[in-house]
């Protein structure tokens, strides 16, 4: 059974730093794209960051500069090292895994990925 877990969530102030982790069991990350995704209250689900099977990283216009995506192999674990957060970061933050191009090849598209986890809050407020 596969399962993705986001973990690191949280309250922070503007200007402050989180970082997220997506542990994965069932699947070996190093074969797939892996992305970060949030969503934010009466919003659509947007692309913040991925990483392919080969390591090369792709980032939204929003984030580029702020956020830095990461794999650690051994642990079957991606980051997101968010800093420099801003109000407008607030949302649920999802990671999914995919195998082959389509999460690199239409990035930042958002597509029905084969795998998904359940989500982690991050809330940017004083």
């Known amino acids: 059974q596969v399962q993705l877990r986001e973990s690191g969530g949280g309250l922070v102030q503007p200007g402050g730093s989180l970082k997220l982790s997506c542990a994965a069991s069932g699947v070996t990350l190093d074969y797939y794209s892996t992305g970060w995704f949030r969503q934010a209250p009466g919003k659509e689900r947007e692309g913040v960051s991925c990483?392919?099977?080969?390591?090369?990283?792709y980032y939204s216009d929003s984030v580029k500069g702020r956020f830095t995506i990461s794999k650690d192999s051994a642990k079957n674990t991606v980051y997101l090292q968010m800093d420099s957060l801003k109000p407008e970061d607030t949302a649920d933050y999802y990671c999914?895994?995919?195998?082959?191009?389509?999460?690199?090849?239409?990035?930042?598209?958002?597509?029905?990925?084969?795998?998904w986890g359940r989500g982690a809050q991050v809330t940017v407020s004083t």
């Open positions: 999914a895994a995919d195998p082959g191009p389509r999460m690199t090849a239409h990035w930042p598209s958002v597509f029905d990925y084969n795998y």
């Open positions: 990483i392919s099977a080969d390591g090369t990283t």
